[in-house]
């Protein structure tokens, strides 16, 4: 066992399972290769705060510590226009749409789009992107971008992203809506972060920040992608039975392609698009 290394026993391993599903959703597998996982990441934190022990450590959730806890182990991988099929359906087909639902209206609103598990915000960004490439300018349209994480959420509102996080976008719309900051560093440009509220939220807890924008006529579109896929089942179900009364009649649900088997039931009909799968209310 290295020097820098907690080990954390079964009983305790057990215990640290069920207060990160209990709280987030997120399943933690029972095996010695996840044991071992959760070792590993929690190490350092705990030795950092002076602990000499992950029973120590278990009852510092009470004091304040399961915020940096779940932080620690979500996965938090994320790059700009992931998954860009599914992206171009939602620009090029359910936006379109959605703005047929407005003319035919008595009264404009802005149009609410929820990224839920935003991580460090490329999606969030991703999105305000397609909304202005349509024309939608900020007090038009709202992203909302929400992540149990108060660190991820920091990120994404400071908008500093690395070369890296665009190896799948094109060029253009970084030089277009970002600025240099740095070597290799690239800063969100006002037309952006207009259009994104960011907001530390859990999406299995009645959040005040995401109920008041759901109030009176709900999302027109919720992003959840690559989030659900680390939850266990009952959780899920939960999270999408949130989204479903969260979302305006008709509104749709994107989810990560991992995620199409998910289990939607009756709430949601699923809907294509060439090739691609959405999720309707």
Known sequence: MPSDRLKLDEDTFQKLRERILDSSGILV?????????????LSQRALSLGLTSFVQYEEKLNDGELGSLLDLVAVHETYFFREKKQLAVFSDCI?????????AGTKSRPLKIWSAGCSTGEEAYTIAILLAEQGL????GIVFASD??????SHGREGLYKTTSFRSSRL????????????GV????????????????????????VTEL????????????????????????????????????????????????????????????????????
């Open 29 to 41: 597998g029972t095996d010695e290769t996840s044991r071992l996982s959760l070792e590993r990441r």
């Open 95 to 103: 936006l379109k749409e959605i703005a047929d639902w407005e003319e």
């Open 137 to 140: 300018a900020a007090g038009q």
């Open 148 to 153: 149990l994480s108060s660190r991820v959420i």
């Open 172 to 183: 253009w719309y970084r030089d277009k809506y970002f600025s240099r900051a740095g070597e």
């Open 186 to 209: 690239w800063r969100a440009g006002e037309q952006l972060r207009g259009l994104i509220r960011f907001s530390p939220s859990n999406i299995l807890r009645s959040d005040e920040a």
């Open 214 to 281: 759901a109030a009176k006529t709900g999302f027109d579109v919720i992003f959840c992608r690559n989030v659900l896929m680390y939850f266990d089942r009952k959780a899920a179900e939960k999270a999408l039975r949130s989204f479903h009364g969260m979302l305006r009649e008709g509104g749709y649900l994107l989810v990560g392609h991992a995620e199409g088997l998910l289990p939607m039931g009756s709430t949601f009909r699923a809907v294509r698009f060439g090739q691609e799968t959405v999720h309707r209310k």
